[in-house]
């Protein structure tokens, strides 16, 4: 018991005492109906002041605890706060805040298009690719912020019309249980799509990687991307890696950069992967012009207009018109005239295109501060129709070489033959003409003596001749 109901027991103890004293003095003077009657007073009295005791010390509590629930409800609302909009002290751009949070992924997602997941691979005849959207693929299809269908129905695949271009990813799941996108299929033409079924088929034959990345069961589940990716610089950056004076960008994932380009020759990827991880550091005079940016501080305020005239979205006419202001109605700016006031700021720094930074220099508007080298972002859709082109194009060279070689293979062993031929002809000759050689000997041998026979014959015959006449002369005479 504490003190408070200690003294409050004495209390009803002490005025019983009392009571019951003053009672026994007061009776005879009194008639029996009102010492009950009293009595009955007293103790309603007493019972009043209990209820009474228990409501205040019930409100008392009550009253605590709501004071310290509208204490605990401003730091609540001021925590809310925080979390929704970031710490205004340091402008509200608090990593973990939803506003910022929600305006990054909106800019994230702004140039991506619907996406599809979790499509499970059900067959693969032919070239036409089945698959079947699960519960968690339904949920997954979205448009750019838009909110996602909070449970599949058999409709769900009307969303992917027929007709409609897609670039698929097959899946991997993270530790996270997410799935993230971890090799390109290519792109695809949707050529069914009912009942919670979708139907592929190839905009161009798939490479020999991609049907053996599908036919060795690595791309059970599907990612289907109306748009596909753009090139980013902060994508390759390291996680929890923040942009600063000397890595603009982030600090690069030397790691993850391997990873992703372990396809690549290593005497090839190890340049590659340097010109990923210089991405947004200081540049120098040898680097290449499409990537010298440059980092100045504004000496007077700037107005640039980057809204474009043009209203479209990405798929009619892309994001950027040639001077590089916005098409795409999700990246315009919510000001009528679409233009970005920069005010003079010695402590802010921002990075521009060499050519743009030099003018504003030459004007008087900004000071040079360091050369930046960034890397000039790639057009996936058309770095993979050029690669597509090209390998076609090494493909037929390596056709017509190949045919080519054969038939040089064909000359060649022609030639060799022939070679062959005639060497044999070439030592028949030689012995022939040796054994002509001896016959040549023999004849003039015979030849010689021929001539010797006929020299002596000859002188023979000049004797006789001289001795018939001589004879004759004899005769005569």
Known sequence: ????????????????????????????????????????????????????????YRRVGWLEQA???EKKAVVEEAKTETLTWGNFEYGADLPNAIVPVQGELRRLTSDRGRVWRRLELVSSDGGVFKLEMS?????????GDAPAVAAPAPDVAQSLPANLVVY????????????????????????????????????????????????????????????????SHVAFAAEGSSPTDDEIFGHMDEEKLNALLQGIPEDRRAKVVQEYLRDGTQGNDSDPIPTRWVQVKLLKDYEIDVDSEQDAIATELGFFDKSGRSIDVRLKRSEEDGGVKLPADSNKRIVL???????????????????IFVRPLIDYQEAFNRSYVRRHEIRERIALYQRESAELAKANQAGQEMI???????????????NLNKEV?????????????????????????REVQSRATSISQ
């Open 168 to 231: 698929a990813f097959a899946e991997e799941i993270n530790e996270q249980n997410q799935p993230l996108p971890s090799f390109y299929l290519g792109e695809f033409t949707v050529t069914a799509s009912q009942a919670g079924q979708v139907t592929l088929s190839p905009t161009l034959p798939l490479e020999t990687a991609q049907l053996d990345y599908i036919k060795s069961g690595g791309a059970t589940t599907w990612a289907l991307y109306e748009l596909l990716p753009l090139d």
């Open 353 to 371: 295109k060499s050519e743009v930074a030099d003018k504003l220099i030459a004007d008087g508007v900004a000071e040079l501060i360091k050369p």
């Open 135 to 143: 519960a968690p693929a339904a949920a997954a299809g979205d448009l």
């Open 1 to 56: 018991m504490t003190l408070g109901g200690i003294i409050i027991l004495l209390v009803l103890v002490a005025s019983l005492i009392t009571f019951i004293y003053l009672l026994v003095l007061t009776a005879r003077g009194w008639g029996v109906l009102h010492t009950l009657l009293l009595s009955f007073l007293f103790i309603e009295c007493w019972v009043l002041m209990v209820f009474t005791a228990g409501v205040v």
């Open 441 to 465: 000997e023999v004849l003039k041998k015979e030849v010689t003596l021929a001539e010797q026979l006929l020299t002596s014959t000859k002188s023979k015959i000049s004797d006789m001749y």
């Open 420 to 434: 062959s031929f005639r060497q044999v002809e070439n030592q028949q000759l030689a012995s022939d003409l040796g």
């Open 67 to 69: 004071d310290k629930l």
